[in-house]
Nanobody, 115 residues
């Protein structure tokens, strides 16, 4: 199982970024996926969740209305569209899946919001 994130970077407040997570080594469409983030000195927190076919989406209160999670099961990819970025969104963002009883994480992609 591999989860590989991409799309992070340095962005100004108010701007947008789209993160991608490519899954391999498992049947992507059979599993729910999540995005987490971890800022320096803070615990890792759940940002967004998407069900198998994308019908159910949940968000942390801090990102509701600004972030959108989606998935393309034909491309084995889950996305996180991040709009109206704030300084507090600065963190390393991780893709997560619970597969066959085990937790699987990507290596993460850094998002830095700074002027």
């Amino acid at each position: 199982v591999q989860l590989v994130e991409s799309g992070g970077g340095l962005v100004q407040p108010g701007k947008s970024l789209r993160l991608s997570c490519l899954g391999s080594g498992f049947t992507f469409r059979d599993y729910a996926l999540s995005w987490y983030r971890q800022a320096p000195g803070k615990e890792r927190e759940l940002v967004a969740f998407i069900s198998l076919a994308g019908a159910i989406k949940n968000y942390a209160d801090s990102v509701k209305g600004r972030f959108t999670i989606s998935r393309d099961n034909d491309k084995d990819t889950v996305y996180l569209q991040m709009d109206s970025l704030k300084y507090v969104d600065t963190a390393r963002y991780f893709c997560y899946a619970h597969i066959l009883g085990s937790d699987h994480w990507g290596q993460g992609t850094q998002v830095t919001v700074s002027s």
